[in-house]
């Protein structure tokens, strides 16, 4: 298998949610990453499916444990109405998406970190932390390529609503970015989601942000869920873990909210973090790092 | 009239998804999707070979004297107010008796123009981190190769590449200089990298902290790398360094490095979007820019009734930011924009307005702009972008742009 062949395992030509699957992550596997893997044993990327499975369950469970409103998760079928936005570590998110693939839930990653200049490469394990490199992206690609047989394998229909997951740690840098680090750290925007318009008009109704103890989204995320509430979509916030309903939230209201030119602002508000580096922002990302 | 440029049909949905695919994998483009639309338009521009020549000759001159005036820019500090430049800059370069330019190796600009009612006007220069490479290079070949119909330009990556290699020699050493926690800007560091690999050049991607000037001279010292580039590539905006801390971080890039630097951060004595209002004080011959460039002038001496006449252009302001059109920009947004130039009219140019003519495309009428790329003033490629509006900004598409018939011959 190609990268290119793992792309086109989660951004299916026919699934209107494809174009949203960011290509990053995929990107930054070696060409030949995939072809290499099986022949690398104890050191190999891949997780044994027996672990996989155990994970996928252990997540399920906690899916399972949300009580999500109007969603019957025991239930085969998609359920039609609802999109899910996972904002957890990126590799739980993705085990979390790997769960939602059963309940009919096409997992849509948005991963924007890039990887560290020497975290990637053919032959190696993908590594939980990377030294020298803020956000390690080894989890991710790792819990990535455990998922893939589940999705691969799955009947997931053409109106199968998304799973969008993110990774909460995309400005939580896991070392000191001094000035060796290479930093990674990333944010999303608006522009990496369909519109509200786009989703109404495949049938999304209500949002469900899955994170872990709290309510708001962070302030990123801010930007796009707020734009879909103020179209008229509702938007619900649950925590993994708990046996609580998701509960609909009124999504406060981020700085820059809809300023023309916020992308471009927030990478010119780009300054050297009081530590070094470069992915600290001014504003409300001055205590994201 | 006949535009000079039109678009084709688009690409087969199979060919698409093909394109699009390599697009990423094969070119680094990863940023590929913009809300609802795909930023790649599926329908490229051709533009006749004759206008190709028209813009490679007008962009060749026009880097030769835009050259020529930043070499007199730099002596002439007197003038460097009139360009808007940030104080903290304005005080390094106040020294230039003390100093010398920075060592500077393959200078790429990139120029953009656009079709008028009055034919060819040039919008502005990106002189100091011109971008475009991955869609002006490998995404335009990747399209020619598909459609087959028209040729594609020179690749400017390419071109950049064989000019770097060529300076540095085989097995030299290139440091890409970029925020690396944007993957939008890795990723076109990353597309160099590969050009230089072809080229038998080494690179290694870098943040500006992770590089130390030591008498002039930069070297690389990080967690991943620890070694002394032949050659910095900087792809970090010039008006950006003085955020660095501290000060020492980024003088070099403004004057007296020793090691060669693509750009030199003094690029920004030309990109400055009131260049224009210098050049009656300035010794070198403009004639080219004199023709292709709309008049310029001072927010401050705008007459009363400027709307509809005169367009607002922050100094150093990139992707269309904070231009300011009647009839385009939203009414709240030009009158805080107004407000602004009126308050700091140093921070703002005033550029007269010009008639762009839209074209016709599958998508609907579009406003094309062409930027073609010059390498050590070469013309090395073409950088199409399609707006649905009379402002090329961040919601216009890529688009690959073919020429008509025969084969290039300028590069």
């Not at chain 2, 097995?171 to 690999?197: C, F």
Request: charged share 20%; with cysteine.
């Amino acid at each position: 298998m190609t990268r290119e062949e793992l792309y086109s395992i989660w951004a299916p030509s026919d699934s209107p949610w494809s174009p949203w699957v960011m290509p990053v992550a995929f990107a930054q596997l070696p060409p030949d990453f995939l072809a290499a893997a099986p022949a690398a044993p104890a050191r190999s990327p891949w997780v044994l499916p027996g672990l996989a499975d155990q994970i996928q369950e252990s997540t399920a469970r906690s899916l399972n444990s949300l009580s999500v409103p109007e969603i019957d998760w025991s239930a085969v079928g998609p359920p039609a109405t609802t999109a899910l936005v996972v904002d957890l570590p990126g590799d739980q998110s993705v085990m979390v998406g790997a769960a939602a693939i059963a309940r009919g839930y096409r997992p849509i990653p948005v991963f924007a970190s890039a990887a560290g200049p020497a975290e990637v490469l053919p032959g190696l394990p993908l590594a939980d932390n990377s030294p020298g490199v803020a956000v390690s992206i080894g989890p991710v690609l790792r819990a990535i390529l455990d998922a893939t047989p589940r999705l691969a394998g799955a009947s997931l229909a053409l109106d199968s609503p998304p799973v969008f997951l993110l990774d909460a740690r995309r400005m939580s840098p896991q070392v000191p970015v001094t000035d060796g680090v290479f930093d990674n750290r990333s944010k999303i925007f608006p522009e990496d989601f369909p519109s509200a318009r786009f989703l109404r008009e495949h049938g999304i109704a209500r949002v469900i942000l899955v994170q872990q103890a709290r309510v708001q989204p962070q302030g990123d995320l801010s930007h796009v869920l707020l734009r879909w509430q103020d179209a008229g979509i509702a938007i619900l916030a649950a925590e993994t873990g708990r046996s609580e309903p998701a509960v609909p939230i009124t999504v406060e209201r981020p700085s820059r909210y809809r300023a023309l030119w916020y992308r471009a602002l927030a990478m010119i508000g780009l300054k050297r973090h009081n530590v070094g580096g470069f992915g600290g922002f001014q504003g409300e990302w001055g205590g994201a790092g | 009239m006949i535009p000079p440029i039109s678009s084709t049909s688009p690409l087969p949905a199979d060919q698409w998804a093909a394109v699009r695919s390599r697009a990423i994998f094969d070119c680094c483009k990863w940023d590929v999707q913009s809300e609802d639309h795909c930023v790649l338009a599926r329908s490229p521009l051709l533009i006749d070979a004759a206008d190709w020549q028209t813009l490679a000759t007008a962009a060749e001159r026009l880097a030769v004297e835009a050259l020529a005036a930043e070499r007199e820019l730099f002596h002439r500090p007197e003038l460097h107010q009139i360009l808007g430049l940030p104080r903290t800059i304005l005080r390094q370069l106040a020294h230039r008796d003390r100093f010398e330019p920075p060592a500077e190796a393959c200078r790429v600009m990139r120029f953009d123009f656009h079709h008028t009612s009055d034919g060819w006007r040039l919008s502005e220069v990106n002189a100091d981190v011109p971008g475009g490479f991955i869609e002006a290079g490998g995404f335009t070949r990747l399209v020619a190769q598909y459609l087959g119909c028209g040729t594609a330009p020179p690749d400017p990556a390419s071109v950049y590449a064989a000019a770097i290699s060529e300076r540095v020699g085989t097995g030299g050493l290139v440091a890409l200089v970029h925020a690396t926690a944007y993957s939008d800007d890795r990723q076109v560091m990353q597309y160099l990298a590969a050009q230089l690999a072809k080229h038998g050049v080494r690179s290694i991607l870098v943040s500006p902290a992770h590089l130390r000037w030591n008498s002039g001279r930069a070297r690389i010292e990080c967690s991943f790398a620890s070694e002394t580039p032949d050659l910095v590539v900087r792809f970090f905006p010039g008006e950006w360094l003085p955020e660095l801390q501290p000060r020492v971080c980024w003088i070099n890039y403004f004057h007296s490095s020793l090691t060669f630097q693509s750009n030199p951060a003094t690029a920004l004595l030309i990109q400055s979007k009131r260049f224009p209002i210098a050049w009656n004080y300035l010794q070198t011959p403009l004639p080219t820019w004199r023709t292709f460039l709309p008049e310029t002038i001072c927010p401050s001496q705008l007459p009363r009734n400027w709307r509809g006449e005169w367009v607002l252009k922050p100094v150093f302001g990139r992707v269309g930011r904070d231009v300011g059109i009647a009839g385009i920009t939203q009414e709240n947004e030009l009158a805080t924009i107004a407000r602004s130039a009126k308050r700091s009219p140093t921070e703002w140019a005033a550029q007269r307005q010009f008639d762009l003519l839209p074209i016709a495309t599958p998508d609907g009428t579009r406003f094309p702009s062409i930027g073609v790329f010059t390498v050590n003033g070469a013309a090395s490629g073409l950088y199409g972008r399609l707006a649905r509006k009379r402002l090329i900004d961040h919601e216009a598409q890529d688009a690959a742009v073919l020429i008509r018939g025969a084969r290039p011959e300028a590069s």
